[in-house]
């Protein structure tokens, strides 16, 4: 199946730099899976940007500016479910009265073959009025919310007169997929929990304002409640751990004997990747990181857990509970779940985990305070790493976080990750950088 995602800039009526703020938020929320098979391109102008795509794509998922999700694989699950329906679209579908059938533009889903069949109605607002007559619309009598927002809409087998005032974005294609006989469904909520929209084109200027560093002052339900996340986050990130890792070890493996595995303390990764690569007990392990509750947590799991998988979790409890005024970012699903999908891409079994863990406890093992926001820090980190051969050092999406792009912005996290790299490339150590942001994930190989 080929696909393609259609990251939509509909806000070019707005200032420049505004823009690019929104887009920046965009580049966090919007990711595609990890291995993807995802085509991705960066649109203004949605009908000329579908026009020249490969009339070979099956599906395309189009997502607008100000569109948020931390689920990577919500697009497929779009896919899915269209599929599920017999549908060949699915999207915010809005019906209100006196006006054609639309969907909001945040994001959809559509079968592009049969999009082309339908003679390539635009998907754009045109606000034009029109005096039409086709094929009434049925409705599901369940909705969303209010009740305009209906489960599916399809072709009720009789014409119908209609007087639109304004035809809004997507109403076209609704209208030549209903004249096919064909549904088209909503976004279930199991999605749509998993997602928020931020309406970046209404109140602009307050929502401006907060991403510029100020409060926010406007009424838009959506952006105040992401500010205060934001806000929220930047109080408790020095006081918040994780227990579990939901990003992919290493790609690709490194195959030479690493001295020194050096990484944040968040979860089983960096146990994981040593035990991976292979350790000896001459291995140097250094845990880092800005907040003394991750490094607390990172020696309360190594002082206390057996390697057990089934008692991690009691672990975990155990130090939440000692720890009440910390806050635990917990993963998605069971930890079972996700202690499964760690063991399957180390390539071993719960047994081996328990003796390589046990292992792992009788190295040599630090724990350091130090900011990658922090010129004088990331020079420490380069000075420690330069005590060894050959280095591995994991900083995962340091410079990819929630509340530091709206902190700092893209260009400033973009400068303190390249003050990282000369520090790196200034060492006389080799040195293999696994990281995650916007820009490469993945390893970066710094050295001989």
């Keep these: 199946m080929k696909k393609v995602l259609l990251k939509y800039n509909n806000i070019t009526h707005l200032p420049a730099d505004y823009q690019h703020r929104v887009i920046d938020l965009g580049d966090f929320y919007q990711q595609s899976p990890f291995n993807s ?7 203004t102008e949605l009908d000329f940007a579908l026009a020249s795509l490969d009339p070979s794509t099956d599906w395309v998922v189009v997502v607008s500016a100000g569109h948020c999700s931390q689920d990577r694989n919500i697009y497929n699950k779009l896919i899915v479910e269209a599929l599920k329906s017999n549908s060949p679209m699915i999207g915010h579908i809005l019906n209100f009265k006196g006006q054609y059938p639309h969907i909001h533009p945040q994001l959809f889903a559509f079968n592009y073959k049969t999009w082309v069949s339908a003679g390539w109605p635009s998907w754009e607002y045109s606000g034009q009025t029109e005096h039409f007559i086709a094929n009434a619309i049925e409705t599901s009598s369940e909705t ?28 076209q294609v609704i209208r030549e997929f209903i004249e096919m006989g064909l549904t088209i469904i909503n976004v279930p909520d199991h999605i749509r929990r998993n997602k928020f929209h931020l309406y970046p084109d209404q109140q602009w200027e307050n929502f401006y304002h907060f991403l510029q560093g100020q409060n926010y002052n406007g009424s838009v339900y959506e952006q105040k409640k992401y500010a205060d996340l934001i806000t929220n986050l930047q109080k408790q990130v020095k006081s918040q751990y994780y227990v579990l890792n939901t990003e992919p070890l290493q790609r690709p493996e ?12 968040a979860g089983l990764k960096l146990f994981a990747t040593a035990t991976k690569n292979g350790f000896d007990n001459k291995t140097q392990i250094t845990y880092f990181d800005f907040s003394q509750a991750a490094l607390d947590f990172q020696k309360h799991i190594i002082k206390n857990w057996d390697g057990n998988v089934s008692t991690y979790e009691s672990i975990c409890a155990n130090f939440k509970q000692s720890s009440p005024y910390l ?56 000075h420690l790493i330069q005590m060894h051969n050959n280095n591995y050092l ?53 050295g001989n």
């Design 144 to 171: 969303f919310h209010d009740d305009y927002t209906p489960h599916w809409i399809r072709n009720q087998g009789h014409l119908q007169e209609y007087a639109v005032e304004e035809m809004q974005v997507g109403s």
């Design 394 to 446: 994991w900083i995962s999406n340091a410079f990819w976080m929630e509340y530091s792009l709206v902190m700092f912005g893209k260009d400033q996290l973009k400068e303190f990750r390249d003050n990282l790299f000369v520090e790196l490339q200034t060492t006389e150590s080799k040195v293999y950088l696994d990281i995650e942001d916007t820009w490469y994930q993945g390893i970066i190989t710094f």
């Design 327 to 382: 806050f635990v970012c917990e993963p998605r699903g069971t930890y079972q779940e996700n202690l499964n999908y760690l063991i399957e891409q180390i390539g071993c079994s719960e047994e081996t985990l328990q003796v390589c863990w046990t292992q792992y406890q009788k190295l040599q093992i630090e724990f350091i305070e130090l900011n990658l926001y922090n010129k004088q820090d990331i020079s420490n980190l380069a």
């Design 37 to 43: 098979d995802f085509k991705v391109y960066y649109v």
């Design 254 to 265: 490194v195959s030479e004997k690493i001295d020194h595995y050096v990484g944040v303390a």
